[in-house]
């Protein structure tokens, strides 16, 4: 049997990251078992899904590189199939029409749990054998609901939590299509999975309970049952439910705070899954390990710390012409046009073993491409009277030197020895000066970079003055 997975968004809101992690798992076990992994919409809820939420949706699975093989499907495009389903099922008895008025149903929940029982619907419109059901009202468009077994158990092993057993007295009928004739959710997720033949259904374990329910839905409906595998949410970095105010609300926030994909990927797919303690791997290796086995039913704790060692180790490792597309639209952004010189990826193979993030990167060379602000506190304290001396001296004797790295350096060799002084007196103020702060790379590579017209300028500004 082919492997079919799915990942089902609900376009009310952006992908975020517990999302995000759902749709990797899924594709990764797609991959694993060289099967099809499928995008389907499920924007059944017309009032809040927006079509900017579907291109989010969209536009973050593209980014993190998560291909689908088949969709993106839309349960709206679907409803001539859904309501196919439930004329099929009110002909075999396995639905009926409820004229449960909305004021019934909130009396009857009202005087459930005044007397301290579960509310639930009561089954009054529910055909049985030599029962005699209420007069149908006039002017009242009915639910439809499914004629739920009432005993037995619902049972199935998770390929997460384990066993999960639920007795079918606990649940009632579903409503399985509105009085407006629009079906629910529960309803078009078991036609969807079976029409689409998903053998493995990987999601939160917020749908735990819906499980019950739509494994009795596909039974009644002949289909085969797919197996359930249910992940743990996720938490903060302090403990609670991850959301909103703990950082990024869209998995696209994560390219704009300066993440890159492969670095997100990563991260994920070890927040809740492990293979030994292996910390850094490609998505072609992942795929190649992934199980759900190996998935632990626990809340797994989001670190930020972490995802940010591992954006570093990736910015490391990334192209450096890759690189420079993305640093130079990021410094576009700012208002900082990229020259021709210096040569950006040379820049950013000075700086990127410093950087955290890409928009530290862009942040951190912007200065070889403007005059950067200087930071009067570093000014203070380095660019004293008794460096301008320094300063002319290494001015005088960079007019001619050949612009490598190792001529920039033998002068500034040269100029400390004269004076006496140690280095630091020389290269803390030249930071300054060329970069607009006192921490920087190496100030001979710095300055070989900035170029020699550049360099003079910057130095002779407490000169002129």
Request: glycine share 6%.
């Amino acid at each position: 049997m082919t492997v079919r997975t799915r990942f089902a968004p609900s376009p009310t809101g952006f992908l975020h990251i517990g999302g995000a992690r759902t749709a990797l798992f899924s594709w990764a076990y797609a991959r694993k078992h060289a099967g099809q992994f499928i995008l389907r919409i499920e924007d059944t809820d017309v009032a809040r899904s927006t079509p900017e939420a579907v291109q989010a949706i969209l536009d973050g699975m593209n980014w993190l590189g998560l291909s689908w093989d088949e969709g993106p499907f839309y349960q709206m495009q679907r409803m001539e199939r859904y309501r196919e389903v439930i004329d099929q099922m009110l002909t075999e008895g396995k639905a009926y029409r409820c004229y449960c008025s909305r004021e019934e149903l909130d009396a009857l929940r009202e005087q459930q749990m005044a007397s301290g029982l579960k509310p639930r619907y009561d089954g009054r419109w529910r055909p049985e054998p030599g029962k005699l059901l209420p007069e149908v009202p006039a002017g009242v468009e009915p639910v439809i609901r499914f004629r739920n077994p009432q005993a037995g158990v619902v049972e199935w092993n998770d390929l997460v939590k384990g066993s999960i057993s639920i007795a079918n007295s606990e649940l009632d009928d579903l409503i399985i299509a509105r009085a407006d004739g629009t079906p629910t959710y529960n309803f078009c997720v078991v036609v969807d999975d079976w029409d689409m033949g998903i053998t493995q259904v990987i999601r939160g374990d917020d749908h735990v309970n819906n499980t019950p329910r739509q494994i009795n839905l596909l039974q009644a409906l002949g289909a085969t049952v797919p197996q359930y595998a249910h992940l743990s949410m996720i938490l903060g970095d302090d403990g609670q439910k991850l959301s909103k105010r703990h950082g990024a609300v869209s998995v696209t926030q994560y390219h704009d705070d300066g993440y890159l994909p492969e670095a997100v990927l990563n991260y994920l797919a070890r927040l809740g899954w492990s293979h030994g303690d292996d910390e850094i791997f490609d998505m072609a290796q992942f795929c190649q390990w992934f199980d759900l086995d190996h998935i632990t039913p626990s809340a797994a704790q989001f670190n930020t710390e972490k995802l940010n060692w591992l954006n570093a180790h990736y910015i490391k490792l990334a192209d450096l012409e890759r690189l420079s597309a993305d640093v130079a639209q990021r410094l576009s952004a700012q208002g900082v046009s990229v020259a021709a010189e210096p040569a950006l990826p040379a820049v950013l193979a000075l700086y990127r073993e410093r950087a955290n993030n890409l928009n530290e990167l862009a942040a951190s060379v912007a200065y070889f491409y403007r005059m950067p602000p200087i930071d009067e506190a570093a000014y203070a304290k380095h660019v004293s009277a008794d460096v301008l001396p320094l300063l002319q001296s290494l001015s005088d004797a960079l007019q001619q030197a050949e612009w490598t790295v190792e001529a920039i350096h033998a002068a500034l060799d040269q100029v400390v020895k004269a004076a006496e002084v140690k280095f630091p007196k020389l290269a803390m103020p030249l930071r300054v000066l060329l970069t607009g702060g006192a921490q920087s790379p190496s100030i001979d590579a710095v300055m070989c970079l900035l170029g020699r017209e550049t360099t003079l300028q910057r130095m002779h500004l407490p000169l002129a003055s």
